[in-house]
């Protein structure tokens, strides 16, 4: 499956994480719910196995600005942090 998942997610990469992920999320369901498995008798995995969902992506997208009326896009979280030298 790796290679398979290697090969259909990032030829090409998506153009920012989100669209990466939205390319994951696509397979994985393609996967577990429309490609049959020879080591299943040619069935899904999810006609066989209960499939548990966990997110561990927290996507802050932005915010919407009451005063100007636009959305506003969060800080960057990848960017470079400048750290206040010490006094001592």
């Known amino acids: ?15 920012n994480f989100l669209q990466q992920q939205a390319r994951f ?7 577990n719910t429309e490609r049959p498995h020879q080591a299943l008798d040619m069935a899904c995995p999810a006609e066989r196995y209960r499939i548990w969902l966990a997110s561990f992506m927290d996507y802050d997208l932005g ?4 005063e100007t009326r636009r959305l506003e896009p969060p800080q960057n979280p990848f960017g470079s942090k400048v750290l206040p030298m010490s006094q001592e």
Do not use: C, N, S
């Not at 499956?1 to 153009?15: R, S, V």
């Open 1 to 15: 499956m790796h290679l398979t998942l290697k090969l259909e997610t990032t030829k090409p990469a998506g153009a």
């Open 25 to 31: 999320d696509d397979f994985v369901e393609e996967f």
């Open 63 to 66: 915010y919407f600005d009451d």
